[in-house]
């Protein structure tokens, strides 16, 4: 089951300052947004398909941020209230093609590279979640709300001073250290505690 219906997919890059050096990358001075198409979305227990005109598909765990209500031009407190709840995200990616591309539109835009759930929670507090990812039940990425470089409601300030943010809508809040590799048979999860725990098998051709 697919726990969100959003009119479009808002990811971030580069959010943590970790994750930009172990790709070699300086931090941006405003936040780098890039789009997942809803065609993407897959629920939990749901099956990531590895495309073959890649030859690396990295997972990326996220805290994702979905949107309550409409919100436009909004200031601090306006983005804040805005905040329907939080969801696992999957950020699927073509490490390769998005070096090559330039633009990330199809390394992140495959069927099946947005897997999103278990559920949407909501009460919880923005500065204080926790967001892990694992690969066949080993730890692979472990961070705090705390340590990214936008927090979530300038993200949502940020965002709304471009395009209306819909109710529904989904954000995708970047990724700590510690991505890495996909292979056929895998299995990726993603964690937020007081969220649950997100959790996908791979399948494509093996390497
Ligand atoms: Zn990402």
Redesign the pocket.
Same mark, same amino acid.
């Given at each position: 089951m697919i726990p969100v219906r959003p009119s479009k997919i808002i /990811?971030i /890059?580069r959010n943590y300052a970790a994750h930009a050096k172990e790709l070699g990358n300086e931090m941006p001075e405003v936040p780098i947004i890039f789009f997942k198409p809803p065609t993407a979305l897959i629920g939990s227990g749901d099956t990531i398909c590895l495309p073959s005109v890649s030859q690396r598909v990295e997972f &990326?765990a &996220?805290i994702g941020v979905v949107i309550g209500s409409r919100v436009r031009e909004a200031n601090l407190e306006e983005a804040e209230r805005a905040i329907g709840g939080y969801v696992c995200v999957n950020?699927v $990616?073509c490490r390769d093609l998005q070096k090559v591309d330039g633009q990330w539109g199809r390394a992140k835009g495959f069927d099946t590279f947005c897997p999103v759930g278990p559920s949407v929670a909501s009460g919880l507090d923005w500065r204080s979640l926790e967001i892990i990812g694992r690969v066949n039940g080993t730890e692979r990425q472990r961070a705090r709300s705390g340590d990214m470089h936008f927090p979530i409601p300038d993200l949502i300030r940020f965002l709304s001073g471009i395009m209306t943010l819909e109710p529904g809508d989904l954000i995708?809040t /970047? $990724?700590p250290a510690g991505t890495g590799p996909l292979a056929d048979g895998d299995i990726v999860e993603v964690e937020i505690p007081g969220v649950g725990i997100l959790s996908n098998p791979v399948r494509g051709v093996a390497r």
């Open positions: /990811g /890059g &990326e &996220e950020d $990616t995708a /970047g $990724t």
